[in-house]
Nanobody, 120 residues
Framework: QVQLVESGGGLVQAGGSLRLSCAAS????????MGWYRQAPGKQRELVATISSGGSTNYADSVKGRFTISRDNTKNTVYLQMNSLRPEDTAVYYC??????????????WGQGTQVTVSS
């Protein structure tokens, strides 16, 4: 099993910045992709940004140029630096990890979610 612990959410004014962190622990063999998703009230969960084991990144159009995803493989941690925040960025942000165990198929894990609220 793999556990994900998120931190860094909070309340910020429009134009401000926040940095989210997600640390993975447990029976880790091989972490494939990691990423961040978000879900606003009444909306479906959507992709924010992902990063592969090799460092390739992918961003939602709505956050390109404002958010940066990075990972520290030595700490099994993924980060999301969010700048120039807008009220429409308000959501619960979830960390995602795709893990390949020594035996068996790849598995998906989710964090518990961290609230990000951007006031206008």
């Amino acid at each position: 099993q793999v556990q994900l612990v998120e931190s860094g959410g909070g309340l910020v004014q429009a134009g401000g910045s926040l940095r989210l962190s997600c640390a993975a622990s447990g029976s880790i063999f091989s972490i494939k992709g990691m990423g961040w998703y978000r879900q606003a009230p009444g909306k479906q969960r959507e992709l924010v940004a992902t990063i592969s084991s090799g460092g390739s990144t992918n961003y939602a159009d709505s956050v390109k140029g404002r958010f940066t995803i990075s990972r520290d493989n030595t700490k099994n941690t993924v980060y999301l630096q969010m700048n120039s925040l807008r009220p429409e960025d308000t959501a619960v942000y979830y960390c995602h990890l795709r893990h390949k165990p020594f035996l068996g198929a790849e598995q998906d894990y989710w964090g518990q979610g961290t609230q990000v609220t951007v006031s206008s």
